[in-house]
């Protein structure tokens, strides 16, 4: 099956710094990727749209200067979180889905946890 | 995207079956419905998708009534290890942009 493998699966860094998580499509490619965002016993919260060679759409109320989406590749999407501050940690999650199957049945990556001292 | 209500929480026993039903009155034509589940620290595993009527595979059922306002998916057997949160899903098939809903808390005892 269609695999998703994020990296890392757990960084903590300084208040201020920037930290960039990769989102990569190993066995398939993906015009399309998603990043969500999960805070502890709450579901999962859609943050934008990654597209292969255009900007991000993002949802609405997420900061896209703030969340940084380069979708370089058509197996690889990162989310860049910048200057970083202790209420953007939480656990975030990117999927994507395998052009062969059907279309909303996403592959998640296992995630990252964030935490921001 | 067609909304979805679900239990908040279930507990079970191992080796029993489990049911959890997901509500979706407005549901439309070209909406399947797609289960998802997460164990802690996890990203969500796709579980099982229908249209109508029964769909089974490896892992669980899906039931779903003709009118397709509900359905219900089905664990047969469960075991510790299927303590996750379970996501009901609805949503045309041909878009890949999914919502996820509160999802269902399922805990299984010894």
């Known amino acids: 099956g269609a695999v998703v493998s994020q990296h890392p699966s757990w960084v903590i860094c300084k208040s201020g710094t920037s930290v960039k998580i990769e989102c990569r499509s190993l066995?398939?490619?993906?015009?399309?990727m998603f990043w969500y965002r999960q805070f502890p016993k709450q579901s999962l919260m859609l943050m934008a749209t990654?597209?292969?060679?255009?900007?991000?759409?993002?949802e609405q109320g997420v900061e896209k200067d703030k969340f940084l989406i380069n979708h370089a590749s058509l197996t690889l999407s990162t989310l860049t979180v910048t200057s970083a501050h202790p209420e953007d940690s939480s656990f975030y999650i990117c999927?994507?889905?395998?052009?062969?199957?059907?279309?909303?049945?996403?592959?998640f990556g296992a995630g990252t946890r964030l935490s921001v001292l | 995207l067609a909304k979805t209500t679900q239990p908040i929480s279930m507990d079970s026993y191992e080796g029993q079956e489990v049911n959890i039903t997901c509500s979706h009155n407005?549901?439309?034509?070209?909406?399947?419905i797609t289960w998802y589940q997460q164990f802690p620290s996890q990203g969500p595993r796709f579980i099982i998708q229908g249209y109508k009527t029964k769909v089974t595979n490896e892992v669980a059922s899906l039931f779903i009534p003709a009118d397709r306002k509900s359905s219900t998916l089905s664990l047969p057997r469960v075991s510790l290890s299927d303590t996750a949160v379970y996501y009901c899903?609805?949503?045309?098939?041909?878009?890949?942009?999914?919502?996820f809903g509160k999802g269902t808390r399922l805990h299984i005892l010894p």
């Open positions: 999927s994507a889905s395998d052009p062969s199957g059907v279309k909303n049945i996403q592959y």
């Open positions: 066995d398939f490619q993906a015009t399309t």
């Open positions: 899903l609805v949503g045309d098939p041909r878009d890949d942009k999914i919502i």
């Open positions: 990654s597209n292969e060679g255009s900007k991000a759409t993002y």
């Open positions: 407005n549901i439309a034509t070209n909406d399947y």
